[in-house]
């Protein structure tokens, strides 16, 4: 923990508090003049002085403490209060490939189509709108890291604790459709061999 300014001063102050204290008692014990009751008003006034410093200095710390423990309060009394659209139930399926026709290009091609299937959960405590879900997938191979996007969804409000789609059997799909070359399906098959 991180020592501030002020506490530095007051160990200083004990430090010094407590030398100066000894080289009373040193020097009244030298001295052929010794005083009983002012020796011990002395000592009774050092330990003051001593039990006064430490006090004060727990009661920063501990003020410190306790400042930092209404900091993490209040952030998470405000993370209380916002939404966190979440997802559940991730599901990846892939379609057997098939032959699909492209007018502009005017070209065959076999494709295989993945899809996301998944459940958003709204686990804040306020509704969540305007919900935009993106999805990326992401392909290990010899040539370094593919990346393909799908088009973004939308959920337009989500209530709290609301789960979307509702129906137990229902799913959010979302659909990759970039991989022509069936990078996707060559990774899986390298990686059980």
């Known amino acids: 923990m991180k020592i501030k ?3 530095m001063v007051l160990i200083g102050l004990f430090v010094l508090l407590l030398a100066l204290g000894v080289f009373s008692f040193v020097y009244s014990a030298v001295q052929k003049k010794y005083d009983l009751i002012n020796s011990i008003s002395a000592a009774g006034t050092f330990v003051i002085a001593l039990l006064t410093l430490a006090y004060v200095y727990i009661t920063s710390r501990q003020l410190d403490i306790m400042g930092e423990q209404l900091k993490e309060n209040k952030k998470d009394r405000e993370l209380q209060n916002q939404p966190l659209p979440w997802i559940t139930s991730l599901l990846l399926t892939i ?4 032959f699909y026709y492209s007018p502009p290009e005017q070209k065959y091609e076999a494709l295989s189509r993945y899809y996301t299937k998944f459940k958003v959960k709204n686990v804040g405590g306020c509704p969540a709108v ?8 992401e392909i290990q191979s010899g ?3 593919k990346l393909f996007s799908a088009a973004s969804e939308r959920i337009e409000t989500l209530e709290e604790k609301q789960m979307y789609p ?8 979302i659909m990759f459709t970039e991989d022509v070359k069936g990078e996707l399906l060559t990774a899986l098959r390298e990686k059980t061999q």
């Open 5 to 7: 300014i002020y506490q």
């Open 95 to 98: 379609e057997k490939p098939d």
């Open 130 to 137: 305007s919900v935009d879900i993106s999805a990326t997938l």
């Open 143 to 145: 040539d370094g890291t």
């Open 166 to 173: 509702q129906e137990k059997q229902t799913f959010y799909n």
